[in-house]
């Protein structure tokens, strides 16, 4: 064989096995193939910077090139909340979809409910890079973003173009926060709640993140209850038909005494908002294996925040009499992290983490376990599963399942 055969040869071998690669690879995204994005395509995901591989995912979405889930959600995983019907009880969780850009995408890969921004008034760029690091020994993420928003207007128009008749079965939140620089807080927020409330099904006021300076300050009982008062009052004097529901984005972080603090105040018709979302991103270190970028500041997510968030969903559904609904949040990475939110007392619950790390396949997994979840143990919705560790002691499952 002459030389130039010999590399014809070689040339059309590599041609024909990048070929069958992209094939093989193309195909498996079209399937939603768990093993794929497992095993190849999110390990080599992770090679590139956090920042860039979130944005590259978000414009994914926005293509919508990620294809539709073929999973089939399961009759079990019906659930009411505000009044709406939806199909399933999983959201992707603020922070994902700063800008409102990929939210058909993401209710195509299966969320039931999908929440957008952090939003601020005026557009801001957030702190400087890098500020996002994976901690993958413990399936974390600690970030610092600070609110980069492109700012109400944007996301308004990005929000305009979604086909409103797709959401039957599904709701949008969108999350407010406020600008950096910003003098007046609590005008911030009534901005959003007046612009957003046409397209949002809810809005959350965001008091809980803690990469801006001062803003957690306002869960404390000094300034929630004017600041509140505030926001209430703007809400109900609005001359729509229908007034915007307001959820209020807890940190995990708070004492005995402040989430105390914090029913009292909710508790006064003056500050009644609608629901709450527990939580945030947690400043506790504690419980991590890796050794990496722990000591980097910013709010850690994903699996050592688990059961820190569950507890206090279950706390404050304690607190609230169960007469506030939950979107429960932290750490979900499975249905049976799902099923633990909803029987403390989350009526639906969300994710972000464990999407970064394991991509559009964990939607369709989380949901089917779920339903087992929900199936094994008798439950025939979401609705009826939740706060039922507390009003049963949980006896349906687990340990209490043999007695
Ligand atoms: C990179 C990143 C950015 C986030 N940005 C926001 C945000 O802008 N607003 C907000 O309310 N929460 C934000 N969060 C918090 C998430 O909404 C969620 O509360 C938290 O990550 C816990 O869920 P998880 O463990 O499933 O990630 C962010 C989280 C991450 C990881």
Same mark, same amino acid.
Request: aromatic share 8%; net charge neutral.
């Given at each position: 064989?002459?030389?130039?055969?010999?590399?014809?040869?070689?040339?059309?071998?590599?041609?024909?096995?990048?070929?069958?690669?992209?094939?093989?690879?193309?195909? !498996? +995204?079209?399937?939603? #193939?768990?093993?794929?994005?497992? $095993?190849? /395509?999110?390990?080599?995901?992770? *090679? %590139?910077?956090?920042?860039?591989?979130?944005?590259?995912?978000?414009?994914?979405?926005?293509?919508?090139?990620?294809?539709?889930?073929?999973?089939?959600?399961?009759?079990?995983?019906?659930?009411?909340?505000?009044?709406?019907?939806?199909?399933?009880?999983?959201?992707?969780?603020?922070?994902?979809?700063?800008?409102?850009?990929?939210?058909?995408?993401?209710?195509?890969?299966?969320?039931?409910?999908?929440?957008?921004?952090?939003?601020?008034?005026?557009?801001?760029?957030?702190?400087?890079?890098?500020?996002?690091?994976?901690?993958?020994?413990?399936?974390?993420?600690?970030?610092?973003?600070?609110?980069?928003?492109?700012?109400?207007?944007?996301?308004?128009?990005?929000?305009?173009?979604?086909?409103?008749?797709?959401?039957?079965? !599904? +709701?949008?939140?969108? #999350?407010?926060?406020?600008?950096? $620089?910003? /003098?007046?807080?609590?005008?911030? *927020? %009534?901005?959003?709640?007046?612009?957003?409330?046409?397209?949002?099904?809810?809005?959350?006021?965001?008091?809980?993140?803690?990469?801006?300076?001062?803003?957690?300050?306002?869960?404390?009982?000094?300034?929630?209850?004017?600041?509140?008062?505030?926001?209430?009052?703007?809400?109900?004097?609005?001359?729509?038909?229908?007034?915007?529901?307001?959820?209020?984005?807890?940190?995990?972080?708070?004492?005995?005494?402040?989430?105390?603090?914090?029913?009292?105040?909710?508790?006064?018709?003056?500050?009644?908002?609608?629901?709450?979302?527990?939580?945030?991103?947690?400043?506790?270190?504690?419980?991590?294996?890796?050794?990496?970028?722990?000591?980097?500041?910013?709010?850690?997510?994903?699996?050592?925040?688990?059961?820190?968030?569950?507890?206090? +969903?279950?706390?404050?559904?304690?607190?609230?009499?169960?007469?506030?609904?939950?979107?429960?949040?932290?750490?979900?990475?499975?249905?049976?992290?799902?099923?633990?939110?909803?029987?403390?007392?989350?009526?639906?619950?969300?994710?972000?983490?464990?999407?970064?790390?394991?991509?559009?396949?964990?939607?369709?997994?989380?949901?089917?376990?779920?339903?087992?979840?929900?199936?094994?143990?008798?439950?025939?919705?979401?609705?009826?599963?939740?706060?039922?560790?507390?009003?049963?002691?949980?006896?349906?499952?687990?340990?209490?399942?043999?007695?």
């Amino acid at each position: 064989m002459s030389k130039r055969d010999f590399f014809k040869k070689i040339w059309s071998m590599c041609y024909l096995s990048t070929g069958g690669a992209l094939a093989y690879g193309g195909l !498996s +995204i079209y399937n939603n #193939n768990e093993k794929f994005y497992g $095993d190849v /395509l999110m390990p080599l995901i992770r *090679y %590139i910077d956090p920042e860039t591989s979130h944005n590259l995912a978000v414009k994914a979405l926005k293509y919508e090139l990620i294809p539709k889930s073929k999973y089939v959600d399961d009759p079990v995983l019906k659930t009411s909340f505000f009044g709406k019907e939806l199909s399933n009880p999983i959201g992707i969780a603020a922070g994902f979809d700063k800008q409102g850009e990929a939210v058909s995408g993401l209710k195509k890969i299966g969320f039931g409910i999908v929440e957008i921004g952090s939003v601020t008034p005026e557009p801001q760029s957030g702190n400087p890079k890098p500020r996002v690091f994976r901690l993958s020994e413990d399936e974390a993420i600690i970030n610092r973003y600070g609110f980069n928003s492109s700012g109400h207007t944007q996301v308004l128009q990005n929000l305009e173009k979604i086909d409103a008749e797709k959401w039957h079965d !599904s +709701i949008l939140g969108v #999350n407010l926060g406020k600008n950096k $620089d910003s /003098l007046d807080a609590t005008e911030d *927020y %009534i901005k959003g709640l007046k612009l957003f409330s046409t397209v949002a099904d809810y809005l959350v006021i965001n008091i809980s993140s803690p990469n801006t300076a001062g803003l957690r300050e306002l869960q404390k009982k000094d300034h929630l209850y004017q600041f509140l008062k505030g926001i209430v009052s703007a809400r109900n004097s609005m001359e729509t038909e229908k007034k915007p529901l307001l959820l209020l984005k807890l940190s995990p972080d708070l004492s005995n005494d402040e989430k105390n603090d914090i029913v009292n105040i909710l508790n006064k018709k003056e500050c009644k908002i609608d629901g709450l979302i527990i939580s945030n991103t947690t400043l506790q270190r504690s419980n991590l294996t890796s050794t990496e970028f722990v000591e980097e500041t910013g709010g850690l997510s994903g699996k050592p925040l688990k059961d820190i968030s569950t507890n206090m +969903i279950r706390d404050m559904y304690k607190l609230t009499k169960g007469k506030v609904p939950i979107i429960g949040v932290g750490g979900v990475s499975s249905g049976r992290d799902a099923f633990e939110k909803i029987l403390a007392g989350a009526t639906v619950v969300q994710l972000y983490s464990s999407f970064a790390y394991e991509g559009p396949p964990i939607v369709s997994r989380i949901k089917s376990e779920l339903s087992e979840c929900l199936l094994n143990d008798g439950y025939t919705c979401v609705n009826d599963a939740v706060g039922k560790e507390i009003a049963t002691g949980n006896k349906k499952s687990g340990f209490f399942r043999f007695f």
